[in-house]
């Protein structure tokens, strides 16, 4: 019932930008934050940005924090990811999730979850 598709991904140079997006489908959009995770090859999923259900508070991993902005569009039922600066450690596959729970940066608490989109980035 509830799906959560995220598109926008690819290879890219170091330095480059990527913005991606998770249209979510089959839950009530505005009663649920959202966030995003990562996982690299033969690495642990890890946080990287959440933002409330409000869309009024937004969080960061440390790594990430200052190049990658979160936000939301209720309208559209999607919540974006817009990366600068890219580095090579940013190459991961890239999944959203929701969750009406608080404790973001865990990913225990998120119900949903999406297929996940790579992002390649090269020297």
């Known amino acids: 019932q509830v799906q959560l598709v995220e598109s926008g991904g690819g290879s890219v140079q170091t330095g480059a930008s990527l913005r991606l997006s998770c249209a979510a489908s089959?839950?009530?959009?505005?009663?649920?934050?959202l966030g995003w995770f990562r996982q690299a090859p033969g690495k642990e999923r890890e946080f990287v940005a959440a933002i409330n259900w409000s869309g009024d508070g937004t969080f960061y991993a440390e790594s990430v924090k200052g190049r990658f902005t979160i936000s939301r569009d209720n309208a559209k039922n999607t919540v974006f990811l817009r990366m600068n600066s890219l580095e090579s450690d940013d190459t991961a596959v890239y999944y959203c999730a929701a969750t009406n729970r608080f404790g973001l940066r865990i990913g225990s608490q998120y119900d949903y979850w999406g297929q996940g989109t790579q992002v390649t980035v090269s020297s």
């Open positions: 089959g839950l009530t959009f505005n009663m649920y934050s």
